[in-house]
């Protein structure tokens, strides 16, 4: 019987053990644990070519969870890798002796997009910090990943150097704070159509940007 080791990293919503998608037809040799790099199709991209390079049937699985909810998929054995984006909860893995650190296989940004009008004038501002002010200060619109997601932990990380908490639920900041369980490329989408602010990673912003972009040609045709 496989003994259950406890963590102090915590679980945020379910934990999916299912392959969201399957790349290569065949045996599944291997199964990676990922959020937003399999939605902009990077993880396809590397699981294909390793597919190509390694010259034999066989498939890789991308099972979809959060950051922190793919390192626990990682220990419960749902999957073989888990590619995560929060280095002090990779490093309590370690400590806890359950995972070793392969190493980084890439990087991403975080960007804030909103409005073109730009309501809050966030595009003057000097600092991230302020930027964020500025929106709390004129209650503009702003979205919020409530879904236990890298992003949604970096972006408190950034209320909390503006010693602004709008997340609590005596913070009085219900009109234009909202909460949101939209996945990335969702949480682009609507926040564009609502011209709400957004925090958000670069990689996914890029990809709804070429996405939009195709679609609107293929519209004018």
């Known amino acids: 019987m496989t003994k259950i080791i406890n963590t102090v990293i915590q679980q945020h919503g379910d934990i999916s053990s299912v392959p ?40 890789i699985e991308w099972i979809c969870n959060h950051s922190r909810n793919t390192q626990l998929a990682l220990l419960r ?4 890798i888990a590619l995560t984006y929060e280095r002090e909860q990779e490093e309590i893995a370690i400590s806890e002796g ?22 809050a004038n966030a595009s003057g501002a000097k600092s991230i910090e302020e930027a964020f002010d500025r929106i709390a200060s004129s209650q503009c619109l702003f979205y919020n990943r409530n879904d236990g997601s890298a992003t949604m932990y970096r972006e408190r990380e950034i209320w909390r150097r503006c010693h602004r908490y709008p997340w609590e639920a ?38 709804q940007l070429s996405w939009e972009s195709a679609r609107l040609k293929s519209t004018a045709v």
Do not use: Q
Request: aromatic residues 10%; negative net charge; charged residues 20%.
């Open 98 to 119: 359950w995972a070793e650190n392969a190493g980084c296989v890439f990087h991403d940004h975080f960007t804030l997009v909103g409005p073109e009008r730009d309501p």
């Open 170 to 207: 005596d913070s009085n900041s219900s009109k234009w704070y909202i909460k949101t369980t939209y996945n990335p490329a969702d949480a682009v989408s609507f926040a564009t159509a609502t011209g709400a602010y957004l925090l958000i990673d670069r990689s996914t912003l890029l990809k």
């Open 77 to 80: 054995g749902y999957v073989d």
């Open 20 to 59: 969201l998608e399957v790349f290569g037809e065949g045996e599944v040799i291997l199964k990676i644990g990922n959020g937003g790099a399999g939605g902009t199709g990077l993880l396809g991209t590397l699981a294909r070519d390793y597919l190509s390079m390694r010259g034999d049937s066989g498939s």
